[in-house]
């Protein structure tokens, strides 16, 4: 893909993901955006494939620590099943070399997910996709929960490796305390971290999102996650001006979803999500 490229191949997202047949999750629902994070986001990388002058399909990949993030493929005009895998192979033959590659798409988008596991890629666990729009914002109850400060990365740390082990999300990012973009903010008892929650803004669409959340198994049921989570969703409506705030969870976290759902979220989408292991001597 070249700049010239770019607003057809946001067009051609913008179009796909708009029907939960084609769509691929996390990668942009409005053209303007998803061109916009184009133009400024050097990490991604995609190609493209015409057919008499006009484009049919767009493979793209954010790669980020070793890791492959996924976007489609989408693919509009012409046979999938053909056009999917020559964009798979030229994609391989243009990226870095990568570890692992993780997609992720609406589980109704069944051609999509017989690509990947066609392409040895293993089925995981469903999530669901909340968005709380900034209109069903909820008032604190209380005092928000705390900026984080470097006297809690140790406890932070260890809360996150207990939840979060299997996280490719690193909490580095959200220590760096100069990046205006994101936050991080944590609940303590006495001078112990009891949870905190990792918030950053998103281009496309444009929204707050919430990266992470974590509660120490001691302290749940007692109103830390839901004080998190508000602090977290005030600060990204109210201080960012985000009109909607979204997160991802899985299947498994059912306490979780009913937290959500309490605080004003409202189920946006139902994923899946691919995975792959990567050979570094074999592509295919």
């Not at 030229?90 to 590659?101: D, G, I, K, N, Y």
């Not at 008032?139 to 740390?157: H, I, K, M, N, S």
């Amino acid at each position: 893909m070249t700049p010239d490229d770019f607003g057809d191949v946001a067009r051609l997202i913008e179009t796909q993901n708009l029907n939960p047949e084609t769509q691929c999750l996390h990668s942009g629902e409005h053209a303007d955006e998803i061109e916009a994070v184009f133009r400024k986001q050097p990490s991604m990388h995609f190609v493209v494939m015409r057919s008499a002058g006009v484009l049919v399909g767009a493979l793209g990949c954010e790669v980020e620590d070793g890791r492959g993030y996924l976007q489609g493929p989408f693919v509009d005009g012409v046979a999938f099943a053909p056009a999917a895998n020559d964009l798979w192979q030229e994609l391989q033959a243009q990226l870095p070399a990568v570890v692992r590659w993780d997609a992720f798409l609406n589980v109704r988008n069944e051609r999509g997910g017989a690509f990947y596991l066609e392409h040895g890629f293993r089925r995981g666990q469903g999530a669901q996709v909340y968005v709380m729009p900034a209109a069903a914002l909820q008032p604190l109850d209380g005092e928000p929960a705390q900026r984080f400060t470097p006297g809690c990365a140790a406890g932070v740390r260890a809360l996150h490796e207990l939840a979060f082990a299997d996280s490719p999300v690193s909490l580095d990012e959200f220590m760096t305390m100069d990046d205006a973009s994101r936050c991080l903010f944590v609940c303590t008892e006495g001078n112990r971290c009891v949870g905190y929650v990792a918030a950053s803004i998103n281009d496309s669409p444009r929204e707050g999102y919430i990266d992470l959340l974590a509660v120490d198994a001691s302290v749940r049921n007692r109103g830390y996650g839901r004080r998190l989570l508000l602090t977290a969703a005030h600060w990204l409506i109210r201080e960012c001006g985000m009109p909607q705030v979204g997160l991802t969870v899985r299947d498994m976290r059912a306490d979780a979803r009913r937290l959500y759902q309490r605080s004003g979220f409202e189920l946006l989408y139902t994923g899946v999500g691919y995975s792959r292991e990567i050979n570094a001597n074999k592509r295919s």
